[in-house]
């Protein structure tokens, strides 16, 4: 997108583009809520990255004197604070640890989900109309299997590996992405300035890329955060029934399911990871708030100049 | 103070922003009296329909604040009133009309349901309504109402819906009528009967008609006394023709100034030189709807050909094809010797450059998400061999001082400029792949008239520097007067006559050209009364 803009040399008041990096964080800084989501999600990535390699042999270390041991026991050492599980495990580092499964699976998943459906979306928006229905009949067979179905089917033939896990998931979710990247692509391409462009002798694929994918972006990673949260609880959905991540490989929907039948007596088994996923469901989707404004050249203003009293 | 029917004083309206606080009307007082028409006149940003949308409550607050003033009806004052009872007016005593006919009828009702909405929301019962609605129908003139009433939107014209919504605000009989920009997208010879239409009913019910309106043609046409506002504030009160022959006001005189159709025809290029552009026999059909009906003409280098038309005559698909966005039926278009129709696409890539166009609204022809660099850039990016990239930024800079804007400006986005700007960027991006030929589709309709006039002047000025040919479609033909070389007539996909600017204007031949002619408003109110009466006895002798 940014050209880099070299300094002016016609024009005295000409302003001197910023520097994207500082501009960004400033605009970041000023949307508060983005921010602190920023700061978790950034937390959490480096949890999945590093944590197994920290923290793997105490999160697996069963105490069974300490089974279902109670949060906010500060008496006993930092890695119980927030309770154990039935088997004694302390839950904070096994939540940190299960970051990297979770992350892995459902930040996989959306990304293959959201780049194949939006190309393909994009194809059968703007080219032909059998490629269109070639595309658009395929996105019809996937919806029309129930995603879970189709999942236990493909699993079962093939290992339940965590990159089948993300194959599968990524396979169910596509014609979410494709249905709407073609419609947005259908009312789009027709806008004035596709056409100005096209007179240009612009080619298919510039207009697609530079001019139709822009407008329909941020619609579509609205969408994909929000399938983030989908993605983590099918997957949880799917190792509870025993075809997803196996123990003792945990995930967050894994430690939900495995928390379910102690709810009435040990709540906290279930509510932490619970927690760390409307968390990070929730600070995406801040996230993706920020994102429309912050790309959107008519509302960043928004974020530029707010002034000291608002509103 | 006597009796008016409605009284507006001194009303400011503010809104706040986040970019500050925008005065939209600043102190404006004006009245209405039954049976009488006023118009309030201005440009886009001027805040002529702040004060109507005052009256019927429909300024958003916040973002708007009334900071002052006092809006009377029958001596009543409206903020006064508790919203129960300034919804009992709306629609019942006070009713309004929009300009987009379309966007204002809900498509999946029945019109027939959108008219007796309005009279059973106003406690008419049911059993009534029917009849009535069939009667007003009548009234304002759609055929066959009896079955038309169970019609949707979408199977009327855009006159004719027109009517409907008139309809529908005539059916409590209200006492005033705002009418807001109520004839702008429609057809000149539509307009005409839109106007008359309104006219009638006024005389018929006495209300007070409120006509919000850029046109001063309108003006001429229907109103006694005309309110001239400029950047929120009135600047001129008066009758019609006092305004219309002295106007006091600098910002009056400006504007009447700038009304094209006053001055000199071009004299016709000499047709010895070898055209730029040739069709013939160009022919496109959409299944079994011809658009376009073995349509030939000429344009030679340096001459403005001007397409007229109204709407469905074909004049943009006319544009469409020879730019190749739609694919000819038959019939060819050399441009210098070359068919564009038949062009392989590694050629029409090429004469890309030489073809450009300029279209009619230039807030969706550009891209809002690319700067002003990038989107007149983007011709040397699809172009390479133009202009090697370091010398990019030096041209741009040089195109935006061509069509009157600053080099600055090019890190900008198109909404951080004014419509007129914005048209002015269109136009330095078409010429960014120095074009011989320039097709205009509407490329001024959408802009205000003084800007109008400076976008014309500016394509007249770039044409004499550069040897530019234009081909420039538009319905409003005053406009084409002072801008054309040449004009074309059209009606239903055919050429219906062409010839000189002069003898277009002066001795058309066509009985649909002199139609056409005759519709158009000029902005002087007795030649307007004139040319009523002199249509109204066309009427009487075809009766």
């Known amino acids: 997108m940014a050209h880099m803009h070299d300094k002016d040399t016609d024009g005295l008041t000409a302003p001197t583009a910023p520097n994207p990096v500082v501009q960004t964080f400033l605009m970041l800084w000023r949307d508060k809520f983005a921010f602190v989501s920023v700061i978790f999600l950034l937390l959490v990535l480096f949890s999945?990255?590093?944590?197994?390699?920290?923290?793997?042999?105490?999160?697996?270390?069963?105490?069974?004197?300490?089974?279902?041991?109670?949060?906010?026991?500060?008496?006993?050492?930092?890695?119980?604070?927030?309770?154990?599980?039935?088997?004694?495990?302390?839950?904070?580092?096994?939540?940190?640890?299960?970051?990297?499964?979770?992350?892995?699976?459902?930040?996989?998943?959306?990304?293959?989900?959201?780049?194949?459906?939006?190309?393909?979306?994009?194809?059968?928006?703007?080219?032909?109309?059998?490629?269109?229905?070639?595309?658009?009949?395929?996105?019809?067979?996937?919806?029309?299997?129930?995603?879970?179905?189709?999942?236990?089917?493909?699993?079962?033939?093939?290992?339940?590996?965590?990159?089948?896990?993300?194959?599968?998931?990524?396979?169910?979710?596509?014609?979410?992405?494709?249905?709407?990247?073609?419609?947005?692509?259908?009312?789009?391409?027709?806008?004035?300035?596709?056409?100005?462009?096209?007179?240009?002798?612009?080619?298919?694929?510039?207009?697609?890329?530079?001019?139709?994918?822009?407008?329909?972006?941020?619609?579509?990673?609205?969408?994909?955060?929000?399938?983030?949260?989908?993605?983590?609880?099918?997957?949880?959905?799917?190792?509870?029934?025993?075809?997803?991540?196996?123990?003792?490989?945990?995930?967050?929907?894994?430690?939900?399911?495995?928390?379910?039948?102690?709810?009435?007596?040990?709540?906290?088994?279930?509510?932490?990871?619970?927690?760390?996923?409307?968390?990070?469901?929730?600070?995406?989707?801040?996230?993706?708030?920020?994102?429309?404004?912050?790309?959107?050249?008519?509302?960043?203003?928004?974020?530029?100049?707010?002034?000291?009293?608002?509103? | 103070m006597g009796d008016r029917l409605l009284e507006v004083r001194n009303l400011s309206v503010d809104f706040h922003t986040s970019q500050g606080t925008v005065h939209a009307v600043r102190d404006v007082s004006w009245h209405l009296d039954r049976g009488e028409t006023l118009a309030i006149l201005g440009e886009s940003g001027s805040g002529k329909s702040v004060s109507?949308?005052?009256?019927?409550?429909?300024?958003?607050?916040?973002?708007?604040?009334?900071?002052?003033?006092?809006?009377?009806?029958?001596n009543r004052n409206l903020f006064e009133m508790t919203a129960e009872d300034r919804r009992q007016l709306n629609g019942h005593r006070i009713a309004m009309i929009f300009q987009d006919p379309l966007s204002h009828l809900n498509p999946v009702y029945s019109v027939g349901f959108q008219i007796a909405e309005t009279m059973t929301a106003h406690g008419v019962s049911r059993a009534q309504t029917r009849a009535r609605t069939i009667e007003l129908l009548k009234r304002v003139g759609i055929p066959d109402a009896e079955t038309k009433v169970d019609a949707y939107p979408h199977q009327f014209s855009g006159g004719q819906r027109q009517r409907i919504m008139i309809a529908m605000a005539l059916a409590l009989k209200p006492d005033i009528l705002i009418a807001d920009e109520p004839t702008t997208a429609l057809d000149v010879t539509v307009q005409a009967q839109i106007l008359a239409l309104l006219e009638e009913l006024q005389q018929e019910t006495g209300m007070g008609l409120l006509l919000i309106t850029h046109d001063l043609g309108v003006v001429a046409e229907v109103a006694d006394r005309v309110v001239v506002m400029n950047s929120g504030q009135i600047v001129e009160t008066g009758t019609a023709r006092d305004v219309y022959h002295n106007p006091t006001h600098p910002y009056t005189k400006k504007l009447i100034a700038a009304i094209p159709g006053n001055g000199a025809m071009a004299t016709p290029l000499d047709t010895g030189i070898k055209p730029i552009l040739e069709i013939s026999g160009l022919t496109k059909h959409y299944a079994a709807f011809v658009a376009l009906d073995q349509v030939s003409l000429t344009v030679l280098p340096g001459e403005s050909v001007a397409i007229v038309g109204e709407s469905g005559s074909g004049k943009s698909t006319l544009a469409k094809t020879v730019l190749r966005l739609e694919e000819a039926t038959s019939g060819a278009a050399l441009f210098e010797g070359r068919d564009l129709v038949t062009m392989s696409p590694k050629e029409l890539f090429h004469t890309r450059r030489d073809i450009q166009m300029v279209f009619q609204d230039p807030t969706q022809s550009l891209n809002p998400r690319m700067t002003i660099f990038d989107i007149i850039a983007e011709a040397f990016v699809i172009h390479p061999e133009i202009l090697a990239k370091p010398h990019w930024k030096a041209r741009v800079s040089q195109l935006l001082e061509q069509v009157g804007l600053k080099p600055e400006h090019m890190y900008r986005y198109p909404h951080q400029f004014s419509g007129g700007q914005r048209q002015r960027i269109a136009i330095a991006r078409a010429l960014a792949l120095e074009p011989k030929l320039i097709v205009c589709d509407e490329a001024v309709s959408a802009l205000d008239v003084s800007i109008q006039a400076q976008v014309l002047a500016l394509l007249t000025g770039l044409q004499n520097e550069l040897g530019l040919s234009y081909l420039f479609i538009a319905h409003d033909l005053p406009l084409v007067r002072d801008f054309a070389h040449r004009v074309i007539v059209m009606k239903s996909g055919k050429i219906v006559e062409q010839g000189p600017v002069q003898q277009i204007f002066e001795a058309p031949r066509e009985a649909y050209t002199r139609n056409l002619i005759a519709a158009s408003l000029s902005p002087d109110p007795e030649i307007q009364a004139s040319r009523r009466m002199a249509r109204h006895d066309l009427q009487e002798a075809a009766s």
């Open chain 1, 48 to 311: 999945a990255i590093f944590g197994p390699m920290l923290l793997e042999d105490l999160a697996t270390k069963q105490n069974l004197r300490g089974r279902n041991a109670p949060p906010f026991d500060f008496s006993r050492d930092w890695l119980y604070w927030l309770g154990a599980d039935a088997l004694g495990r302390p839950l904070l580092p096994r939540i940190i640890v299960a970051a990297q499964n979770t992350i892995f699976v459902a930040a996989g998943a959306v990304f293959f989900s959201l780049t194949i459906g939006t190309v393909l979306g994009l194809i059968a928006g703007y080219t032909s109309k059998m490629w269109s229905q070639i595309i658009m009949r395929l996105a019809d067979i996937i919806m029309s299997f129930p995603s879970l179905l189709l999942a236990v089917i493909v699993l079962f033939m093939l290992d339940s590996s965590v990159f089948n896990l993300v194959i599968v998931l990524a396979i169910t979710r596509i014609p979410v992405y494709l249905r709407t990247a073609r419609a947005e692509t259908l009312e789009v391409r027709e806008r004035m300035f596709v056409q100005a462009a096209r007179v240009m002798g612009a080619s298919g694929r510039r207009i697609v890329f530079r001019h139709i994918l822009p407008v329909v972006f941020p619609t579509l990673i609205t969408i994909a955060t929000l399938d983030f949260a989908f993605v983590m609880l099918a997957e949880s959905a799917l190792s509870f029934l025993g075809i997803g991540i196996q123990p003792p490989e945990i995930t967050w929907g894994l430690m939900v399911s495995q928390g379910r039948p102690y709810l009435t007596t040990a709540w906290w088994l279930s509510f932490w990871p619970g927690l760390a996923i409307i968390l990070t469901t929730l600070s995406l989707n801040l996230l993706s708030h920020w994102m429309r404004t912050a790309l959107d050249p008519a509302q960043r203003w928004r974020l530029e100049n707010v002034r000291k009293k608002n509103g």
């Open chain 2, 52 to 74: 109507a949308s005052a009256i019927l409550n429909l300024i958003d607050m916040p973002p708007g604040e009334i900071t002052s003033g006092e809006i009377l009806f029958e």
